[in-house]
Nanobody, 127 residues
Framework: QVLLVESGGGLVQAGGSLRLSCAAS????????MGWFRQAPGKEREFAAA????????YFADSVKGRFTISRDNAKNTVYLQMNSLKPEDTAVYYC????????????????????WGQGTQVTVSS
């Protein structure tokens, strides 16, 4: 069992920045690729970013590429999502998720493949 707890959401004006954190506890954090997903009202959950279990590989949805960065600190069992140049369309509940992987380079953009989920944190971007 892996417990994930997100924090750092809030209300920000367009063009602003937020940094989300996701603290993990339970099983060995470094055995998991981590992903950030988001879900806006009335829409399906969508992939935003992912990071390999070592942190060497990072992957982004086209909609956030160049504005968001993902990082992790395996010593602190924490993954981060730095969001810059925020737009109103980034408004959503953001979830972190953990995917157990057998090999270091594995990751996924498919939410159905992830094993554990946090409770989500609301990000609201005003225009």
């Amino acid at each position: 069992q892996v417990l994930l707890v997100e924090s750092g959401g809030g209300l920000v004006q367009a063009g602003g920045s937020l940094r989300l954190s996701c603290a993990a506890s339970g099983r060995t954090f470094s055995n998991y690729a981590m992903g950030w997903f988001r879900q806006a009202p009335g829409k399906e959950r969508e992939f935003a970013a992912a990071i390999s279990r070592s942190g060497a590989g990072t992957y982004f949805a086209d909609s956030v590429k160049g504005r968001f960065t993902i990082s992790r600190d395996n010593a602190k069992n924490t993954v981060y999502l730095q969001m810059n140049s925020l737009k109103p369309e980034d408004t959503a509940v953001y979830y972190c998720a953990a995917l157990w992987v057998a090999f270091g380079g594995m990751w996924s953009r498919n939410p159905d493949e992830y094993d554990y989920w946090g409770q989500g944190t609301q990000v609201t971007v005003s225009s």
